[in-house]
């Protein structure tokens, strides 16, 4: 059996206001190396929640989670946003570049937060990443003089930067028309074939998820199968 | 590493809104100039005001009070049964300084001192044609006088030199001379307590801003004074002593008092009133100070209150991808910071530049003879206090929003989208 970098174990959480109600009950799985993992269900059945409980930004639920065997629990705030740092990518929706920064310096923010390289060679890895994702054309551009697209693209470079255990995504296409989901999924496809990449994507595109090697339907907070 | 990308994630904030960082910065040069100038301009008129006085006075000045003696012959007979005491009259040399010479000498020697000025006081009447107008004559060293209480500031007109070098010469108190219409060269007539009548040159006039003393007072040499008295040259009524150290006056006289066995003054005692005001001035100067910063403290945390909405997106996702609460906290007090140190240091140029106009202007007044502009300190201690207040003002302004940023959950702003 290969490496498991996500695991959860029995994550329950409920809204408290103004009444108690469970979004997610009793969610365990785990996700392996280099796995391309999607997450399906129909709106408000609990994914996004799911995923921000992963992705240890958000800390209110009951249960455990690893994150590259290490448990998630109790840590303080600072550790949790080294662990997002250093172990996790994400893509979001929208793509949330910083307009002040050239494509460049907004992919290598991560890294140089991270402080494991010089800026110098973190700006070296920036270029490869988005050599790999066919945009270092763009490099020295303003997020806002790019398509849609491209900037998606530049998410995942960013993403990409500090080498993560897992890149997570929260409908990562749900923005782009046809062609460029596309562009994004071959992408993905690339990152798992080629680097082991393991990609937790939540999507409600039934399409994107089929092609992925596994996917995790939900429903009414509860997983209906994997 | 992180403090200088810290740093540049601060810069490019800034930038990308830089014309309400600029507002915000120039709300703190503007209290910041004004600060330095209205401390700068109520310590000059404090130290104008109290050099009125305080330059003029001695730091300690030792005389001979005329008192009864502590030990009256009866005590001196105590238990001798009934005593008779017949014509006892004053005698003794009234005001003198007993043993000079040899206070003076000591004086010298002693390395608190700065220097002494001997002193002696007659009281004259001015002969104005039938009337007699009542005056003090001060016998000074005109060296000694002019190096510790700069007394050539106060003489308007004629040399003090003259005092010393013309035989039987006189600075006369302006409104005196106003009042027997004497001017330099005229020969005027004055009348000592003994009834001798001695005729003095004006060789110059002294103002000293109080009037007062102005109708009183006049200067002329030691000689000419003990002259005047009748006295030999060892006669001095008062020793004005400047020490290093103002502070150390009242322990000095104290020493003095004891050592010297005459009468000794401190500058404290004798001046209380002058520190009273001086403070309460200062104090007004930073409340108005400290007042205007808050009001520019204000403007930035209003201005840091907007960015963080406007940037909320910005927020959220440096703290996605592994920046911590602190980190962000941490780039909203730098910015509010970089507005202070900014908007400070311009504003202590130009309260340099606003300083140096008040210095400028044309200020003259009858009574203040050395005084041409408006008196303006520039002390750098109100500098260093401008600079550190901007900065603590602009930290506290920045404090309250850098911490709402710091708490803003990404959850709520990614998914709101």
């Not at chain 2, 005092?163 to 005229?186: F, H, T």
Request: proline share 3%; hydrophobic share 45%.
């Amino acid at each position: 059996m290969s490496e498991i970098i996500l695991e959860a174990k029995a994550i329950n959480k409920s809204f408290h206001d103004p009444v108690t109600i469970p979004i997610l009950k009793d969610i365990t799985f785990s996700v392996n190396k280099g796995e391309f993992v999607s997450v399906i269900g129909k709106s408000g059945c609990g994914k996004s929640t799911l995923l921000y409980i992963l992705s240890t930004m958000d800390t209110d639920y009951e249960g455990e989670l690893y994150i590259d065997r290490q448990l998630m629990n109790h840590l303080k705030e600072g550790e949790l946003a080294r662990i997002r740092n250093e172990k996790i990518g994400f893509v979001f929706q929208f793509h949330y570049l910083l307009n002040e920064f050239n494509v460049l310096r907004n992919v290598m923010l991560p890294g140089i937060k991270l402080g494991k390289y010089a800026a110098k060679e973190v700006e070296h890895r920036a270029m490869e990443k988005l050599k790999i994702l066919g945009i270092d054309d763009q490099a020295l551009k303003l997020p806002n003089q790019l398509s849609g697209g491209q900037k998606q693209r530049v998410a995942i470079a960013r993403a990409l930067i500090n080498d993560p255990h897992i890149i997570m995504g929260d409908e990562p296409t749900g923005n782009l028309d046809k062609k460029n989901s596309e562009t994004v999924f071959d992408i993905f496809q690339q990152l798992t074939k080629e680097f082991n990449q393991t990609l937790l994507i939540v999507t409600h595109d039934n399409e994107f998820a089929s092609r992925t090697q596994r996917i995790i339907e939900m429903q009414d907070g509860r997983i209906l199968k994997q | 590493m992180n403090s200088k990308l810290i740093f540049e994630i601060a810069k490019s904030l800034l930038l990308a809104r830089w014309k309400q960082s600029m507002v915000a910065a120039v709300g703190v040069t503007f209290s910041i100039a004004m600060f330095i100038t209205l401390l700068g301009f109520m310590t000059g008129l404090n130290d104008m005001l109290d050099g009125l006085i305080l330059n003029r006075t001695p730091h300690v000045r030792l005389f001979n009070e005329v008192k009864p003696n502590p030990e009256q012959p009866t005590a001196l007979v105590k238990g001798l049964g009934y005593v008779f005491i017949q014509s006892i009259k004053p005698t003794g040399n009234g005001q003198n300084v007993d043993n000079v010479s040899a206070i003076l000498q000591a004086l010298r020697k002693d390395n608190r001192v700065l220097g002494v000025s001997p002193k002696v006081t007659a009281q004259v009447f001015y002969n104005v044609g039938n009337i007699d107008i009542t005056g003090v004559i001060n016998g000074v060293d005109v060296e000694a006088e002019q190096k510790l209480f700069h007394f050539s500031d106060y003489v308007t007109k004629g040399n003090p030199t003259d005092l010393k070098n013309v035989p039987n010469s006189i600075i006369l108190g302006k409104a005196a001379a106003e009042k027997m219409m004497a001017s330099i060269g005229d020969v005027i007539q004055v009348t000592t307590s003994r009834g001798d009548r001695q005729p003095l040159k004006v060789v110059g006039l002294f103002q000293s801003g109080l009037q007062d003393l102005d109708k009183v007072q006049s200067f002329a040499s030691l000689a000419t004074t003990q002259k005047l008295l009748g006295k030999p040259a060892s006669y001095i009524t008062d020793i004005n002593i400047k020490s290093v150290d103002i502070l150390s006056a009242p322990a000095m006289a104290n020493e003095y008092r004891k050592l010297f066995a005459t009468d000794a003054e401190d500058i404290q005692t004798a001046n209380s009133q002058f520190e009273t005001g001086s403070s309460v001035r200062s104090v007004i100067s930073y409340a108005v100070g400290i007042t205007l910063l808050i009001v520019a403290g204000f403007g930035i945390y209003n201005i840091l209150n907007m960015m963080i909405y406007e940037k909320m997106d910005s927020i959220a996702i440096l703290k996605a991808t592994g920046f911590s609460g602190s980190d962000v906290k941490n780039i909203f007090i730098t910015i509010a910071l970089t507005i202070g140190f900014f908007g400070g240091l311009f504003g202590l140029i130009f309260g340099l530049l606003l300083s140096n106009i008040v210095d400028n202007i044309p200020f003259n007044t009858a009574g203040l003879p050395t005084i041409k502009t408006f008196p303006v300190n520039y002390s750098l201690k109100f500098y260093v206090i401008g600079m550190v207040f901007s900065l603590i003002t602009t930290y506290l302004a920045g404090m309250f929003p850098a911490r709402k940023a710091s708490k803003i959950d990404p959850v709520i702003i990614i998914r709101g989208k």
